[in-house]
């Protein structure tokens, strides 16, 4: 391509609302456009980026037997009614409806009409397994759109679905997936990790995130050298057994002092009852009610943690986890919000779940709101106060916790942009939606389903976060839109004879742009810089004497001077 041809509009000034570097660099080098709040517009050499991403995909999709497929972007309500999930994904769902009233929504993802066709189709395990994917446009109704191309409303997306006829299968095509994610990663040029996460919208039992890491990553992760690494949101917290003071529900084995009953005039929170008390947030016992699919829980966390609701929420295998309304509260607790505790409370019903975190069954002589108005409890014991009915891992990971796997280092705290996410989902859909096969006995059985995303979109933003410098973005060979931009100092006379001759030569190869615009050097050289191309070749007057030209590469300083009749071999 010449650049004097190209519509590549880049900008000299930095736009004022990009609110990161990737996006920055993006507008400025001409790549996107941004039309609404989060959603953009592909400028040819973005899209020639989003291109290289998408054949890579598409290459490691074909070694691990996946077939391409295309699906609609507006899905009927009745598919998405099947699984619950026109309900319970919440205001992010974008619906509509047609001229008839019919109502649709445009698809964040596709698990309902995958599972559709295969119900439909599939009738044998001798059709198993099956592996279908797609590159499509995915509608995502953020209510804060941000980071650009990476927190979008639209978004384009790489989603894969298996299907299985037994467990093992399943777990075996989880791990080769892992690997040709893994190879996504390595040739788009990441460093990047793979750690354990949360499954929320989409569900099923396991997940892992492929996180490239970033220090402007959204996403926080904890990592430990023994190789374990998960989201915050799923980390584990270590059962802290050396300091156990009571066994399980049992009494305390400690000294333990005489329940009391204090007078707190309209001091809730624990840094206020606190600090009237003269006791540490490690001694509170906090409690947050919940509602869980409806039906009201208690939950006890130490005053210094919080609750981590995805693992809650994992915990309960809930649909849906809300905070209780004051209603709730008030009829549960007898007092207004902010007195609750684990001692003398209305049992809503028999069944009642009174959920405590590992941080609370140390606590000896604790405190607690009374579950009386402007009253809490002094010296609450675990086992005698109160009984909870379950104890489990449900608050959230802080710095300085000790690594779950290997409980001998500290873990490390970074941030990362997650550009994949592989499912195992098990049988969740399938059995909503009632997708089965015949199995060798010819008994019906489920599906056993895995499903597999990666943002082709974020991974062109996630690059450019992770590569870059204050002259412009430094993209990876793999990904760049093109290889190498040949840049004639004048483009004139000999010069620009010997530019078209490498032009025409390595177009037969490689994409090559050729910047023959009525420039001045510098111009064309930042220009260069801020488009990425990993390799500049210079041709002028001066190394043209010794036949030679020069060549730089975007991610090193030095400049090489090489013989013209070199310049084919001697790049990537
Ligand atoms: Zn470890």
Redesign the pocket.
């Known amino acids: 391509m010449k650049f004097s041809q190209a519509f590549i509009p880049t900008l000299k000034e930095t736009p004022s609302d990009a609110d990161t570097i990737s996006l920055k660099l993006m507008l400025r080098a001409g790549l996107v456009r941004k039309l609404s709040s989060g959603i953009y517009e592909w400028l040819p050499l973005g899209l020639r980026v989003l291109k290289n991403v998408e054949q890579i995909i598409r290459e490691e999709m074909a070694q691990i037997g996946g077939q391409e497929l295309l699906l609609p972007a507006i899905l009927p309500k009745e598919l998405w009614e099947e699984t619950g999930r026109w309900n319970l994904y919440g205001k992010e769902l974008c619906r509509l409806k047609d001229r008839s009233g019919r109502e649709f929504c445009l698809g964040p993802t596709h698990e309902e009409i995958i599972t559709d066709i295969v119900r439909k189709d599939v009738r044998s395990y001798k059709q198993l397994p099956l592996m279908l994917y797609q590159f499509q446009t995915k509608f995502r109704d953020e209510i804060r759109p941000r980071f650009g191309v990476m927190r979008a409303k639209e978004f384009y997306m790489k989603d894969a679905y298996s299907f299985h006829a037994t467990e093992e299968d399943a777990g075996n095509y989880y791990k080769i997936v892992y690997g040709a994610y893994s190879k996504i990663c390595e040739r788009c040029g990441f460093k990047f990790r793979i750690v354990e996460a949360t499954t929320g919208a989409i569900g099923g039992s396991f997940s892992d995130e492929f996180m490239v890491m970033a220090d402007t990553g959204e996403e926080e992760i904890v990592s430990?050298?023994?190789?374990?690494g998960a989201n915050v949101e799923k980390a584990e917290c270590v059962r802290d057994s050396s300091e156990l003071k009571v066994v399980a529900v049992g009494l305390p084995s400690h000294d333990v002092a005489v329940l009391e009953e204090i007078h707190t005039p309209n001091l809730k929170t624990v840094d206020e009852v606190g600090k009237f008390l003269n006791e540490k947030p490690e001694k509170f016992i906090k409690t947050i009610i919940y509602l869980a699919d409806g039906k009201p829980i208690m939950t006890l966390v130490r005053g210094d943690c919080e609750i981590n609701e995805e693992k809650l929420k994992g915990f309960l295998k809930c649909d849906e986890l809300i905070l209780a309304d004051a209603q709730t509260v008030e009829k549960i607790t007898d007092a207004t919000v902010g007195f609750a505790g684990p001692v003398h409370f209305r049992l809503p019903t028999s069944d009642f779940r009174l959920i405590a975190d590992f941080s609370v069954e140390n606590i000896t002589n604790g405190v607690s709101g009374a579950n009386k108005k402007d009253y809490h409890l002094k010296n609450i014991n675990i086992g005698r106060d109160y009984k909870p009915t379950e104890i489990a891992d449900i608050r959230k990971i802080k710095r300085g916790a000790l690594?779950?796997?290997?409980?001998?280092?500290e873990?490390k705290f970074s941030c990362g942009i997650e550009v994949g996410h592989t499912f195992k989902l098990g049988t969740k859909y399938s059995k909503a939606m009632n997708a089965t096969f015949l199995d060798e006995k010819g008994r019906q059985n489920f599906f056993i389903m895995g499903c597999y995303g990666i943002g082709v979109s974020r991974i062109v933003a996630a690059a450019i976060e992770q590569s870059n410098d204050e002259s412009g973005i430094i993209w990876n060979e793999s990904i760049a839109p093109y290889k190498a931009i040949i840049i004639p100092i004048s483009y004139e006379g000999k010069v620009k004879d010997v530019s078209d001759e490498i032009y025409e030569k390595l177009s037969q190869k490689y994409d090559v742009l050729l910047d023959d615009r009525d420039e001045r050097a510098g111009v064309k050289f930042k220009d260069a810089d801020l488009l990425g191309i990993p390799v500049r070749i210079t041709v002028s007057e001066k190394t043209l004497k010794e036949n030679k030209v020069e060549i730089k590469y975007r991610n090193k300083n030095s400049v090489n001077l090489l013989a013209i009749e070199k310049v084919l071999d001697n790049f990537f």
């Open positions: 430990c050298v023994c190789g374990y690594c779950p796997r290997c409980k001998k280092h873990l």
